[in-house]
């Protein structure tokens, strides 16, 4: 006996409108805030700029511990620039969420962070 070699697909993989799969992926956006990192002990400059993606449950939440140990910090405090009502926040964390900030943030978010070294 000959056995008959199926020439269609398992699975088709097109959808309505002719598309496959692999041509309509979909895409999410991380949300990310921008930082702007300055040093008590430098000046009015900042060290680095660079973006940071958010987490936590509603994806808002900064995370912490990772900034702190890449500059080699003790203590972060979010600021404003407004020169008229200027304030200054520390920026708390939980440990046990993986030090994610308390605080949220909006996704695009330009944060001023002023933070103070580790003595070594």
């Given at each position: 006996?000959?056995e008959?070699?199926?020439?269609?697909?398992?699975?088709?993989?097109?959808?309505?409108?002719?598309?496959?799969?692999s041509q309509?992926?979909?895409?999410?956006?991380?949300?990310?805030?921008e930082?702007?990192?300055f040093?008590?002990?430098?000046?009015?400059?900042?060290?680095?700029?660079?973006?940071?993606?958010?987490?936590?449950?509603?994806?808002?939440?900064l995370?912490?511990?990772?900034?702190?140990?890449?500059?080699?910090?003790?203590?972060?405090?979010?600021?404003?620039?407004?020169?008229?009502?200027?304030?200054?926040?520390?920026?708390?964390?939980?440990?046990?969420?993986?030090?994610?900030?308390?605080?949220?943030?909006e996704?695009?978010?330009?944060?001023?962070?002023?933070?103070?070294?580790?003595?070594?």
């Amino acid at each position: 006996m000959q056995e008959a070699e199926e020439t269609a697909p398992l699975h088709d993989d097109s959808q309505p409108g002719g598309e496959t799969r692999s041509q309509s992926s979909a895409t999410t956006k991380v949300p990310e805030v921008e930082i702007h990192l300055f040093l008590t002990d430098r000046g009015m400059n900042p060290i680095d700029v660079f973006k940071w993606t958010l987490g936590g449950k509603e994806q808002g939440q900064l995370e912490v511990r990772p900034i702190l140990y890449k500059y080699g910090l003790k203590k972060i405090f979010a600021f404003t620039v407004d020169e008229a009502r200027g304030f200054c926040v520390p920026i708390r964390f939980n440990p046990q969420e993986y030090g994610r900030s308390l605080l949220t943030y909006e996704d695009g978010t330009v944060v001023h962070i002023i933070a103070e070294p580790k003595i070594p």
